[in-house]
């Protein structure tokens, strides 16, 4: 189901890149979408999602159906009322909004006004995607993985839509985008509440900030929302710095962030999504070796899927947004723009999956605190480097910040995790790096032989791109999985007990 969102993703990129370019239209609606994106992690996905899933899980456990239900009821009313409050300011000051996001916009007049009036349509869409986190977290609890997976399609529908069928009747064609965001928020939501009506656990909102759970999730919050403010710390400081940038940077940032984050949804994400449930039930039952357990068989995983997955994005930087992106407005030299920090931000895809393997742990054992100090250690490395590295390499700087500052992340995390005893590693993890790091160099060779200058490339009509990408993807990875296998890994050495 993440695959599936993730293609329709794709769909609906590559219609924006077609319709729209990266001018001055595509970095104003980036910056509006970016924004409430922005609060719907902080809030929804990040601090909200990794406080409430633990707290629910608990309630499953020893509580009665009443006593679920009347948690969940509680929940929805207290966020829905701070969300509504936090949307009515957006709209209202959707000026001082974009002023703080995007400073450099104020040098050309319209492009500030276009990221303004946008704002005041995307804003709305952080209430109700942060309520459809809300269901999406129960639904996860009790084993639905695949209805909140496959939610994201509908708003890459309805953004596609936007740009096809209402761009052509608008003066301002990409304003039809921020109508597209707005409708598809809605429409995300609608689609989860049948499924809680199956179970029985349909959100009444209620207005109850003394319910024992709410409060538990609120303390277990406060922490996890500046965890999660680093991460979108890191990402305002980004757009900040890159709305000073040439035009196109952040159009080209942008389609950069999206490819890296398709490996990213389809393996790294949903993987966090299916543990986390996973390793709460191991923290209550107290199976501390099972938790570990569960951690290990997670950490091979990335390893072994995540890692040919870094290399070859690098390795197919530029073939793939030409193939995917280079037409209509979208022009070549937006793809070499773009193909910069494409290979910056692949560089980090290892630490980002990373990362979101890693927090769960934490959070699982309702230790919100640790990924807060790690975070703001990771925060201010990536400020550092972002300064650093943005004079020699422009754009490209950026990307590459935020690669080095995920590995500082993941590297502290790691470390805590195995100093406090939570992760010991079982037997054969030595061969598999190994293996894994020559088969990741066998299918890199390949690659680099293969693989045609990109002046080739743009060269060529959709058909002929397309079919070489399958051919270089395809290859690659049977190059891959055959070193691997030349070199004796097994499916039985991803596997650890009591998983």
């Known amino acids: 189901m993440t695959l599936m969102s993730r293609i329709t993703g794709f769909a609906r990129d590559m219609v924006v890149a077609n319709a729209f370019g990266a001018g001055t239209g595509a970095d104003a609606f980036f910056v509006a979408f970016r924004i409430p994106n922005l609060f719907r992690r902080l809030f929804a996905e990040g601090s909200f999602a990794q406080a409430f899933v633990p707290v629910l899980s608990e309630y499953r456990e020893r509580a009665g159906p009443q006593e679920i239900r009347a948690l969940i009821d509680a929940v929805t009313g207290v966020l829905a009322a701070a969300?509504?409050?936090?949307?009515?300011?957006?709209?209202?000051?959707?000026?001082?909004?974009?002023?703080?996001?995007?400073?450099?916009?104020l040098a050309s007049g319209e492009k500030y006004d276009l990221a303004v009036a946008m704002l005041r349509l995307t804003f709305p869409y952080l209430l109700f995607?942060?309520?459809?986190?809300?269901?999406?977290?129960?639904?996860?609890?009790?084993?639905?993985?695949?209805v909140p997976a496959f939610t994201p399609v509908f708003?890459?529908?309805?953004?596609?839509?936007?740009?096809?069928?209402?761009?052509?009747?608008l003066e301002q064609p990409v304003v039809a985008l921020a109508w597209g965001v707005l409708a598809g928020g809605v429409v995300q939501l609608a689609f989860q509440l049948p499924f809680l009506v199956r179970l029985g656990l349909l959100p009444r909102p209620r207005w109850n900030r003394r319910h024992a759970g709410v409060r538990r999730i609120l303390q277990l919050m406060l922490p996890a929302v500046f965890g999660a403010s680093v991460a979108q710390i890191n990402l305002l400081f980004d757009t900040l710095l890159a709305s000073f940038l040439v035009t196109g940077s952040v159009s080209w940032l942008y389609y950069s962030d999206r490819l890296v984050e398709f490996p990213l949804g389809v393996f790294g994400i949903a993987l966090a999504t299916v543990i986390l449930p996973r390793l709460s039930n191991r923290h209550v039952a107290g199976a501390g070796e099972e938790f570990s357990a569960t951690l290990d068989w997670s950490l091979r995983l990335v390893?072994?899927?995540?890692?040919?997955?870094?290399?070859?994005?690098?390795?197919?930087?530029?073939?793939?947004?030409?193939?995917?992106?280079?037409?209509g407005e979208m022009?070549?030299?937006?793809v070499r723009m773009a193909a910069r920090s494409l290979t910056a931000l692949a560089i980090g895809l290892f630490g980002f999956v990373l990362v979101k393997v890693l927090v769960p742990a934490f959070f699982a054992?309702?230790?919100?605190?640790?990924?807060?100090?790690?975070?703001?250690?990771?925060m201010l490395s990536n400020m550092g480097l972002n300064v650093a590295f943005v004079f020699p390499l422009a754009h490209a700087g950026l990307a590459l910040a935020t690669?080095?500052?995920?590995?500082?992340?993941?590297?502290?995390?790691?470390?805590?995790?195995?100093?406090?005893?939570?992760?010991?590693?079982?037997p054969g993890w030595r061969a598999l790096l190994v293996r894994v790091g020559l088969a990741n160099a066998g299918m890199a060779?390949?690659?680099?032989?293969?693989?045609?200058?990109?002046?080739?490339?743009?060269?060529?009509?959709?058909?002929?791109?397309?079919?070489h990408l399958c051919l270089l993807i395809a290859g690659g990875g049977l190059a891959y999985l055959a070193a691997a296998w030349l070199l004796g890994l097994r499916w039985r050495d991803l596997h650890s007990p009591g998983v």
């Open 83 to 105: 969300l509504l409050v936090l949307t009515v300011i957006g709209i209202i000051a959707a000026p001082v909004v974009i002023m703080v996001f995007a400073p450099g916009f």
């Open 129 to 146: 995607i942060s309520l459809t986190a809300l269901c999406g977290g129960v639904l996860n609890t009790y084993g639905r993985f695949g």
């Open 155 to 169: 708003l890459n529908l309805s953004l596609i839509s936007a740009a096809i069928w209402l761009a052509p009747r």
């Open 303 to 327: 390893l072994v899927v995540v890692a040919p997955a870094t290399v070859g994005l690098a390795l197919l930087a530029g073939p793939v947004l030409c193939t995917l992106f280079q037409y």
């Open 331 to 334: 022009t070549p030299f937006d």
């Open 365 to 378: 054992r309702q230790d919100t605190r640790t990924p807060v100090k790690v975070g703001v250690i990771a």
């Open 403 to 426: 690669s080095c500052s995920a590995f500082i992340n993941a590297g502290l995390l790691y470390r805590r995790l195995r100093r406090d005893g939570v992760h010991r590693p079982t």
């Open 445 to 467: 060779v390949a690659l680099s032989v293969a693989t045609p200058a990109l002046d080739v490339w743009v060269a060529w009509g959709a058909f002929e791109r397309a079919w």
